[in-house]
Each structure stands twice: as C-alpha cells, then as structure tokens.
C-alpha cells in the first residue's frame, strides 16, 4: 500500500493526480445537475488528436484516467526495479510519455468505436428563424430598414434586420415598436429576414378531442 502510496504522490503520476480530482469534481457536477457533459464542446477542439465525435468531457476525462493509471503502474514499477538518481529520472520521464501514448491511443481506439452513439447536432443557423414570430424594435419596417427581436430555441433572444416587400395597403398592416411580426423568409445576401404582419388569435390551435 505504501509503494502505491508513494507511485502516486511523486512525478509522473501525481502530474494526472491533480487532473483526475478535477474530473471526479466536474463528473459529480454533472450528476447533481449542475452542469452538462457538453459544457466544454465550444471551448476545446479534440478533433485535431483524433477525439472528435464524443462530447470534450467524455474524451477528455479517459485521457486523464488512463494517463494517471499508467503512470501509477509505471512509477511502481520503476520504484520496485531500485533504480537512483538520474536513472531514475529518466526513466520516469520514459514512463510519462509512454502513459501519454497508451492514453492517446486507447482513447482514439473508444473514440472511433462509440462515436455513433453521440450524433452531431447541426449548427445553428439563421434559417432557424424562419417561421418565428418576432417582435418589432423599430418605429417602422420599409423596404430598406428594420429591426426585430427573436427568440432562439435555447430561449436567447436576437436582435435581426427585417425588411418589408412592399408599403403597407391597410392600416392594421402598418407595423410599430413592439407590434408582432412573423419571419417568412431569410435573404443570405441582404442578411435580412422578410417579415409580415402577425395575429396571434389567427395562430392555429389544436382540435379537442370528442369526449367517448
């Protein structure tokens, strides 16, 4: 116990003694709630290593596993051979980058096998938009100015440009700050959304269900 107590608190295995508390902490986040296996994706790229297709956690927490793991086995194994001095040293430093390789290399291998399990979401797009009801932050709407506020489906909401085909025909048609518009189209190449005139008591409803 105490050769493993010792493997583990020395170079090179205490180097992903501290990185492994960090995981257990943030996988005990994530089982608590309060945070989410994706919650890294947007801040690293591990496609680069080979561990894209699997949320960053996941790839990133075996990496560490596996890393403190080997080393912990390396280091008693380089305590037991009686090995002093620069010797020693060297051959911790041989255990380190063997633990990083084993490490990269198994977790390529899971990676590859179990990256079907994670589909890949579609980035978001402006196109997401279309179809929304929005709401005017302008005075007006014309054909060359416009802007409305749109919620996304995360529950943020944007500020859009919005454009009008034509003048309005009718006075109900005439659109004020914080009057409803509905986004029916998006055009890439003004990026603007053309919007129309929305009434929500037109909005369908469901049909009630005939009592048995």
Not at 74 to 79: A, D, E, I, K, P
Not at 92 to 104: E, K, P, S
Not at 195 to 206: C, G, I, K, M
Request: proline share 7%.
């Amino acid at each position: 116990m105490n050769e493993f107590l010792s493997a583990a608190t020395t170079f090179p295995a205490v180097v992903f003694g501290a990185a492994l508390v960090v995981v257990v902490c943030f996988w005990l986040l994530v089982l608590a709630g309060a945070a989410g296996t994706d919650a890294f994706d947007t801040d690293l790229d591990t496609g680069a290593v080979g561990f894209g297709g699997v949320p960053v956690s996941v790839s990133v927490s075996l990496f560490v596993v596996l890393s403190w793991f080997t080393c912990l086995t390396g280091s008693v194994l380089v305590l037991r051979g009686g090995a002093t001095g620069t010797p020693r040293a060297l051959l911790h430093l041989a255990v380190l980058a063997g633990a990083l390789l084993i490490a990269w290399g198994v977790v390529r291998m899971l990676v590859h096998r179990f990256r079907r399990f994670f589909p890949a979401e579609p980035p978001p797009s402006r196109q997401d938009f279309v179809g929304q009801v929005c709401t005017i932050r302008t005075g007006s709407v014309s054909a060359d100015f416009g802007q409305a506020e749109v919620a996304a489906a995360d529950g943020s909401t944007a500020i859009v440009q919005v454009r009008r085909p034509t003048a309005p025909s009718a006075p109900g048609e005439v659109f004020t700050s914080g009057s409803t518009g509905l986004l029916y189209a998006y055009d890439a190449d003004g990026e603007f959304f053309w919007v129309s005139p929305y009434d929500p008591a037109l909005a369908p409803r469901p049909v009630p269900r005939k009592a048995v």
